[in-house]
C-alpha cells in the first residue's frame, strides 16, 4: 500500500512544492511522512473494522443470543467486541508503524526521535480507539455478513477521501473541506501528520517565507482553518473525545434497544 | 404447588401484527413443560421472551419468584435459567471443554466451582470423549450434548430446550433425553421444551399447544389423548365378505385399505370386546393407541379463521 501510495500521490506532491522550493532529500522525507500518516489512520478504522466481523457473524449465526442469556450487562458485550477490536486495530497499527519507519529510513529519511515516537503512538492509540467505537456504531446497523462486506467496502473507499489521504484537502470545493473537517476522523490524520512531520516540515520551509509553509500546511490538512479560524491541535483531541463518548453512548443505547 | 414460571395475560406485537395474542400458563417447578405449535405458531417469540432476549408488549411474566423486565430481575432470572437454542452456538475454533468453561465465567463463579460443575454435567452428558476436541470438529449429535453441557454450567432451575433434537438421530436422540431427565430427576430441575417429535412431548408432565399465538390446548398428554386422539383397530378378515358383514351388524364405520379394515374404538377395552365377537373371523388384528401425533394433526387441523403470527 505504502509503495501505491508513493507512485500515485508522492510525486504530485513534490512537484508542487518545487514550485515554491527546492527538491531536496528532506523534502521526500516530509511528503513520506505526510503519506504514512495519513495511511495509519485509515488502517486504524479499516483493520478495527475488519475485527468487528465477528459481531456481525455472531449476530447472523445468533451466537450473540448466547451471550444474551448470560447475566452480563448489554454494555459489557458491547465494550468486548470494542475491546477485541481496540487489541486488534493496536496490533495492526503498531506493526505497520514500524513498516512505515522502515520505508522513511529506506527513502532516506530518519527514524523518529524518541519524544515523536511516543507522541506517535498514543495518537495511534487514539486513533484506534476512536475508529473502534466508530466501526461498533455502524456494525449496528449491520446484521449480515454481506451487508458487512459492503460496508467495509464503502467506509475503505471514502474513507481516503474523508481523511484528506487520496487527495489533498485544499484542492476540494469548500463544502467538501468543511465535510473534511468536520469529520472526526480526519483530526487523527491531522494529528499523526503534526507529529510525524513537526522537524521535516521546518527543514523544507526553513528558508522560505512563512506563508509558503502556512499554505502547504493548508492545502495538505497539517492544519485546519474553519470559519476563518486556525483549529488548534486542542481542539482536535477534544473532538476526537467527545466524538468517542458520543458514539460509546449512543451504541449503548442502540444494542440496548435491540437486544432488550 | 410451586411454581418456576407463571406468564398472565403474555402479548407481543411486531408493529400492527399480534405474534403472541395475550397467553396465560404456569409451569410447575420441577416438571417437563412441552411448549407445541407448527411453524409460526409464536412459541419461539414466547421462549425469547421468557429467556429476556426479547421485550414483551404487555402482560406479566414470572421466572423463579422474579418479576421480567424489573430492571434489577432480569440478571437474577437469566443467573436462573440455562438454553439450549436451535442452532448449535459455541466457538468452533475451541474444545469443547474450553467453550464451557468460557462461557461458564459468565456468570461469575469462582473457578474451583466452575471446575467442580463442569464435572457435574461431564457426568451426565458423557463429555470425556469430546472434551479436549475442538467444537467446530464434532458431530450434530456431540455438539448437541456440549450445548446442553453448557446450557447447565451455571446449574440452572430452568432449562429452556427449543427444539434440542431436531436432526439427530434416533439413537443421539434417545441419549440426550435420556441424560435430561436424568437430571431432572435428580435435581428437581424445570424443564422447558419446544419439539417437532411428539413422542418427546408425550413424555411431558404438561403440555401446551399454541396455534397462531394462542393457546388452542392443554392439558397432560393423557388427556389430550383422550380429547382430541381415538384408539384404532386394524382388522384382516378370512372372508372379506364375512368380515363385512359382522362389520355391518356391529355399526362399526370403517376405512378399507389394502384389505386392511380401520375401525375407530372409543377405547382399548371396547376394541377387546369386539376382538373377541369376531375372532373366528379374524386373520390377524392390530390395536392401535392414540399418540400425540394423532393430538397434534387434530389440532391443527381446526381452523379458527385468525390471522398468522411470527415465531
Given at each position: ?55 456481525v457473524r455472531d449476530m447472523e449465526s445468533k451466537a450473540t443470543a448466547d451471550f444474551l442469556t ?73 446484521s449480515t ?114 437486544n432488550? | ?43 419461539s417469540?414466547?421462549i425469547e421472551?421468557?429467556c429476556?432476549l426479547l ?28 438454553v439450549?437454542f436451535q442452532q448449535s452456538l459455541l ?56 450445548d ?14 427449543d ?149
Amino acid at each position: 500500500m505504502i509503495v501505491l501510495y508513493a507512485i500515485f500521490l508522492q510525486k504530485m506532491q513534490v512537484d508542487a512544492i518545487e514550485q515554491v522550493t527546492e527538491a531536496t532529500p528532506e523534502l521526500i522525507t516530509m511528503v513520506n511522512e505526510w503519506l504514512v500518516a495519513g495511511l495509519l489512520s485509515m488502517m486504524a478504522v479499516t483493520t478495527t473494522l475488519g475485527a468487528f466481523a465477528i459481531a456481525v457473524r455472531d449476530m447472523e449465526s445468533k451466537a450473540t443470543a448466547d451471550f444474551l442469556t448470560a447475566p452480563i450487562s448489554r454494555a459489557t458485550i458491547q465494550i468486548s467486541y470494542v475491546l477485541n477490536a481496540f487489541i486488534i486495530g493496536c496490533l495492526f497499527s503498531l506493526v505497520a508503524l514500524i513498516g512505515c519507519e522502515i520505508f522513511i529510513v529506506s527513502t532516506g529519511g530518519e527514524l523518529l526521535s524518541f519524544s515523536a515516537l511516543i507522541k506517535v503512538i498514543g495518537i495511534l492509540l487514539l486513533s484506534v480507539f476512536l475508529a473502534s467505537v466508530f466501526n461498533m456504531f455502524l456494525v449496528l446497523f449491520v446484521s449480515t455478513q454481506n451487508a458487512f462486506s459492503t460496508l467495509s467496502t464503502i467506509v475503505g473507499t471514502v474513507l481516503g477521501f474523508l481523511c484528506g489521504v487520496y487527495v489533498p484537502v485544499g484542492v476540494l470545493p469548500g463544502f467538501a473541506q468543511q465535510l473534511i473537517m468536520y469529520f472526526p476522523i480526519s483530526h487523527t490524520t491531522l494529528l499523526l501528520r503534526n507529529a510525524f512531520m513537526e522537524s521535516s516540515i521546518a527543514n523544507v520551509f526553513g528558508g522560505v517565507p512563512a506563508e509558503h509553509m502556512e499554505s502547504y500546511k493548508l492545502n495538505y490538512g497539517i492544519i485546519y482553518e474553519l470559519n476563518g479560524h486556525t483549529v488548534s491541535l486542542t481542539t482536535s483531541y477534544i473532538i476526537i473525545l467527545i466524538t468517542i463518548v458520543l458514539l460509546a453512548l449512543l451504541s449503548i443505547i442502540i444494542f440496548k434497544k435491540k437486544n432488550h | 404447588m410451586t411454581f418456576a414460571i407463571q406468564v398472565d395475560h403474555l402479548q407481543k406485537h411486531y408493529g400492527e401484527h399480534l405474534a403472541v395474542r395475550g397467553i396465560s400458563f404456569k409451569v410447575e417447578q420441577g416438571s417437563l413443560f412441552a411448549f407445541l405449535g407448527a411453524n409460526g405458531a409464536g412459541k419461539s417469540t414466547t421462549i425469547e421472551i421468557l429467556c429476556t432476549l426479547l421485550q414483551k408488549s404487555s402482560g406479566t411474566v414470572t421466572i423463579n419468584g422474579y418479576t421480567l423486565d424489573d430492571k434489577s430481575h432480569n440478571a437474577k432470572i437469566r443467573k436462573s435459567i440455562g438454553v439450549v437454542f436451535q442452532q448449535s452456538l459455541l466457538d468452533e475454533r475451541l474444545t469443547v471443554r474450553e467453550n464451557i468453561l468460557h462461557r461458564g465465567k459468565t456468570y461469575g463463579l469462582s473457578k474451583a466451582q466452575l471446575t467442580k460443575n463442569y464435572q457435574f454435567v461431564s457426568t451426565y452428558l458423557h463429555l470425556d470423549d469430546i472434551e479436549l476436541q475442538k467444537y467446530g470438529t464434532l458431530s450434530g449429535g456431540q455438539k448437541r450434548r456440549a450445548d446442553i453441557a453448557r446450557a447447565l454450567i451455571h446449574r440452572p432451575q430452568i432449562l429452556f430446550l427449543d427444539e434440542p433434537t431436531t436432526g439427530l438421530d434416533p439413537q443421539t436422540r434417545q441419549f440426550v433425553w435420556q441424560a435430561i431427565k436424568q437430571l431432572q430427576a435428580e435435581t428437581n430441575m424445570t424443564v422447558f421444551l419446544t419439539t417437532h417429535y411428539m413422542e418427546e412431548a408425550a413424555v411431558a408432565h404438561q403440555v401446551i399447544v399454541l396455534k397462531q399465538g394462542r393457546i388452542v390446548a392443554e392439558g397432560t398428554p393423557d388427556a389430550l389423548k383422550t380429547k382430541y386422539a381415538y384408539d384404532q383397530m386394524a382388522l384382516v378378515f378370512h372372508d372379506r365378505s364375512l368380515g363385512l358383514k359382522w362389520l355391518k351388524e356391529n355399526t362399526l364405520p370403517y376405512t378399507e385399505k389394502l384389505g386392511i379394515f380401520y375401525v375407530r374404538v372409543s377405547s382399548t377395552l371396547t376394541a377387546l370386546t369386539l376382538l373377541k365377537s369376531a375372532e373366528p373371523l379374524l386373520a390377524s388384528f392390530e390395536v392401535m393407541k392414540g399418540t400425540m401425533d394423532d393430538v397434534f394433526i387434530h389440532i391443527m387441523a381446526q381452523g379458527d379463521g385468525t390471522n398468522g403470527s411470527n415465531d
